[in-house]
C-alpha cells in the first residue's frame, strides 16, 4: 500500500529529482516534481570557449565544476526545507570532451570540448608502421574507418602534441565523469556519455575486448573509468562535496546520459516511426530502434539509448544553430540579439518557401561522411533580398541536411518516420517549425516546455528513486504537447522541388571548387 500524507497526496507525488544540465553556452540545474513541474531552477551562462588556433575549442578545467556548484548553491536555497524531498539527482551534459587527470585526480590541462575540429593526421604513418601481427591484421581489416578515427583521437592528439601531459594522464572523464568525481569521488560514469572518437562500443555497450582499437585511438582500458548504464546509482554525494554545493550528504547521484539521447527520450520518441529533431548549437535528428545499426562511413552514429535494449540513430550538423547565433552577430550590432531574432522569427513568417530564391548550403564545418570537401555557401544574391531572406535561408539549409540525414537513417534501418518532435531553440519560432514541417512533409510537435533534456533525465532517475514504473510512465507524467505544426501543401511542392535540384546536387556540382579554395584558406586547424 502506498505511503500518503494526511491530506491524501502520495510520497511520491510529493518527491523531486533534481537535474543537472551542462550545455555549451550555460549550466543549468532544474528540480522536477513527479508531474514534470518545475520547482526549483538556476541558471548561470557559461563563459564561451577560447581559442589558441583556429579550429581549436578549450574550455578551462574547473568552469564546468564551478558553474555546477553555483547553480546548485542556488537551487538548494530556492527550494528551502524542501531539500528533503529531492530523492536523487542526476547529470546530463554536451559529448565528447575529455579531459585528462594526472594520479591525483586533478586536470592535467583544460577540456578539449566537442566543438573543437583538431586533427592528427600524423598518426596515421606511426600506426602503420608500429602496428604488428594481429593488431595489425584487425587495422587493415577495416583501414579506412579506423584511419578516420585515429586522426580524430583527441588522445592521438595529445599524444603527438603534450607528449609529457600523455605521459603523466592517468585516467580521461567526460564532463558527466569529472562532475561525479568531484560530487562522489568515485571514477563512473554513464555508458551514455561514451560517444566521440573512444573505444566504446555501442553494440555491446561497453569498451572494446579488441586491444587494437585502443592502440588506433591513443588510450590505454585503464585510462577509462568504469561506466554504468543509465538509471544505475554512481555514487553519492560526499561530505566535500556537500559544502561545496549545499547537497545534502549521502544524496544518490544516478547515471543518465548524453544531452541528445536525454531529449530523444524527454520527447517521447520511443519507436522508430518518431524521430527528435535538436535545433541546438548541433543540430541533430534522432530515433529510436530495437536493434544495433550502425554506418561503416559515419555518416551517421548509432549511440546507446536512455531506454534499455534500444540504440539511437543521430544524425548532426556540427554548426546547426550555431548559424543562426552566427547571423545575428553580423547583422544586429545596433540592437541587441534577443529583439533581433525575435524580429527575424517575425518577419521570416512572411518571407514566402524557398527565401525568394536565395539558398545556403549549411557545412560551415566539414560533414565527414558525406561532404569531406563541404564549405558553407550563399547562393542567389540579388540586390532586392534582405536580411530576413538570408535569415528563412538559413533555416531551411538546417532542415533541408537534417532531412538527407534523416532519409540516410530510414535507409539503413529500414523504417519510415510519420511525426517530428521539435526541442532546442529553434522550436521557439513559428516559422522554424512550419518549414520544418513543409521540408519534411510531416507533422512537427512542439512541446510545452523548454528542458527536454533535463526532463529526460529526471525520468531515467525517477524511474530509480520509485517515481515512475518504467520510461513510458514518465514521459506520459512529464511531457506534453504544445502545437502541432502540418505541412502546407504548396509549401510541400517548393520545397521538395529546392531540395531534390538544388540542396541534393549542389556538393557535386562545387566539389572541385570546394577542394581549390582548400588552397587559399589560412584557417586550418593544426
Known sequence: MEDCSKDGVSAMDEAYILTVDVGTQSVRAIVFNRAGDQIASARTISQPYYSRRTGWAEVPA?????????????????????????????????????????????????????????????????????????????????????????????????????????????????????????????????????????????????WYRIPAVFKILGVRRDQLPEIFPPGSKLGEITQEASEKTSLPAGLPLIAAAGDKMCETLGSGVFSPKQATISYGTMATIGTTIMRYVEDSKLKFYTFPSCIPGAWNPEYNIYRGYWLITWFCRQYSKEQGMPEFLNRMNELAREVPPGSNGLFVFPFWTIQPGLYPHGKGMVAGWMDRHTEADLYRAFLESIAYALREGLEIIERKCKTRIEKLFIVGGGSKSDAAMQLTADIFNLPAVRLDHDEVCAAGAAIIAGIWAGLYKDHEEGVRSMVKENKIFYPIPENVEVYERLYREVYKKIYEKNKEMFKELERFSRFKPD
Open 62 to 206: 574547473e568552469q564546468f565544476w564551478e558553474d555546477t556548484c553555483q547553480v546548485l548553491h542556488e537551487v538548494v536555497a530556492a527550494l528551502g526545507d524542501q531539500i528533503s524531498r529531492v530523492k536523487a539527482v542526476t547529470i546530463t551534459a554536451n559529448r565528447d570532451n575529455i579531459i585528462p587527470l594526472d594520479e591525483h585526480n586533478k586536470p592535467l590541462r583544460d577540456w578539449i570540448t566537442w566543438v573543437d575540429t583538431r586533427r592528427a593526421p600524423e598518426i596515421i604513418p606511426i600506426l602503420r608502421r608500429t602496428l604488428k601481427g594481429a593488431d595489425k591484421v584487425v587495422y587493415t581489416v577495416k583501414k579506412a574507418f579506423f584511419e578516420m578515427v585515429a586522426e580524430r583521437s583527441k588522445f592521438n592528439w595529445i599524444r603527438l602534441h603534450e607528449p609529457d601531459i600523455y605521459a603523466r594522464a592517468k585516467i580521461y572523464l567526460t564532463i558527466t565523469g569529472y562532475l561525479t568525481l568531484r560530487l562522489c569521488g568515485v571514477l563512473h560514469d554513464s555508458l551514455g556519455m561514451q560517444i566521440g572518437y573512444i573505444p566504446f562500443e555501442a553494440k555491446r555497450l561497453d
